[in-house]
């Protein structure tokens, strides 16, 4: 089977969470990592500036790295932007939503809690998937860009403050009715999965979209891992569109997930 380009693509890190669970599954598939790290964080940008910025980057992006698919790892940007951005480019796009639906199926209380951006929490798309998915269950929504921040400070290689994502979570860790399943509605949550878990006490069930996005890339792109099947060397190249301090403690962090250049995209 040829090797197909995939573009994995992110405001920061988030995407990473993505990836992780898309190299899992695929063999054949190379990857670049795009983190438009210059507009970061786009869960406060405006809606049409944040469509204008993709179709503007992505445009660009591939026009110098062809690809054969991109992958939208972002929350904030696909609930706003998919209809955009499959009508603009050729290539097929996947995109990645709250995992409303199978929160919707775990849920034993009937209460579930969605984190995500602000934008994503305000977003129609995502009060559509509620209606239609969870119309039966009681859906608290918890918007926070700070928890966006601390995850990239963790892969920054700085200690996490557990008590500042415990603040996060103060107006559910105090209801006496507490959600059961917290839906992870932003790709840099999976992140701080385990700190998130601890928050709970490790009673509580959290689910994002990573598996479902990486198992539709392998139907579409094909290349699923088999057993007893030789695994090609993949090649995995990471860019950001922003030089800064931050930017550049993530490097460390790309090397050790195998990605073997991490450079500047000027954009
Ligand atoms: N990782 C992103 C998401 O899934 C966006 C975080 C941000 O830039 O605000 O929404």
Redesign the pocket.
Known sequence: MPVKQLLIF??????LSIFQEVIKRVTNINCYYLSDNA???????DENALISRLTELLQRFVEKHPVDMIVI???????VALTALRAFFSIPIVG?VPAIKPANLMTTNGIIGLV??P??INREYTQKLVNEFARDKSVLKLGS?QL?KIAEQKLQGKVVDLDAIKAVFQPWLSLNNKPDTLVL?????PLLKTEISECFNDQIQLVDSGEAIANRVVALLGGAKSEGKIQQKADYDAFYTLTDEKQLLLESTFLKLNFKSFSLFEA
Do not use: I
């Open positions: 992110d405001s920061g890190v988030g995407g507009y970061f964080p786009y869960g406060e940008l790892a972002c929350n904030s940007a696909s609930t990645v995500a951006t934008a994503t860009t966006v509605g932003c790709t840099h949550f």
